[in-house]
């Protein structure tokens, strides 16, 4: 099983590298990057299909994925330039091995350097960093500036997707009419009354128990 795995792979490495070529010429995917066609393909496919969106479908897209709506303001063909290239790189990222994930870090200077890690008390710990931490840092990379408009600074968050979902939260809250707001901040209210009696009664020690 082992020879079949390394052949399956040397296999693969050759193909990438014949059809390297054609996926460059098609938008410039980084097939050796990639390392493998299978990933290639599907940028490829990414790539394009951001390439045939309007622009305003271009938002929802960054929306969907990274969970707040990017920035407006300026001129529209060279914002629209500036998001697909943003939507661009999360579909590279989401299909990048971790060699190629810390690289990105890397050119993107969103790596300390070794002197900065031990000051703060993290010794080595970005260099073992796995591809999920590395393209967590990718994701802030793009997004970061957006939730900060609304008030939210995500390195305080344990993701992106947790800083989505608190905006949907405040939006949610932002849509509510007062009546609806009060009725939400009494039941809020109940509930944490009831959490309190709760751990009042399970409490060890208690009088009676």
């Not at 410039?28 to 490829?44: D, E, I, K, M, T």
């Not at 407006?72 to 060279?78: I, R, S, V």
């Not at 009060?182 to 009696?197: I, N, P, R």
Request: hydrophobic share 40%.
């Amino acid at each position: 099983p082992l020879g079949v795995l390394r052949g399956s792979d040397s296999l693969e490495l050759l193909l990438a590298n014949l059809f390297s070529g054609f996926f460059e010429a098609r938008g410039g995917v980084p097939v050796g990057a990639l390392g493998s066609l299978r990933a290639a393909s599907a940028v490829l496919e990414s790539w394009e299909r951001l390439a045939a969106l309007p622009s305003a479908e271009l938002a929802a897209a960054f929306r969907q994925r990274l969970g707040v709506t990017p920035p407006t303001g300026g001129e529209e063909e060279p914002q629209r330039a500036a998001l697909e290239g943003r939507l661009r790189d999360v579909a590279l990222w989401e299909q990048l091995p971790p060699q190629g994930l810390r690289a990105e870090c890397q050119r993107l200077g969103l790596l300390p350097s070794g002197g900065a890690a031990a000051a703060a008390g993290r010794g080595s710990a970005p260099a073992a960093e796995g591809a999920q931490g590395l393209r967590e840092r990718l994701l802030r990379s793009v997004c970061s500036g957006a939730f900060a408009e609304r008030g939210i600074d995500v390195r305080r968050l344990g993701s992106v997707a947790e800083a989505g979902e608190l905006l949907r939260a405040w939006e949610r809250l932002e849509r509510m009419t007062k009546i609806e707001l009060e009725a939400e901040y009494k039941h809020l209210g109940a509930s944490s009354a009831q959490q309190q009696q709760q751990h009042r009664e399970q409490a060890p020690g208690e009088p009676g128990r």
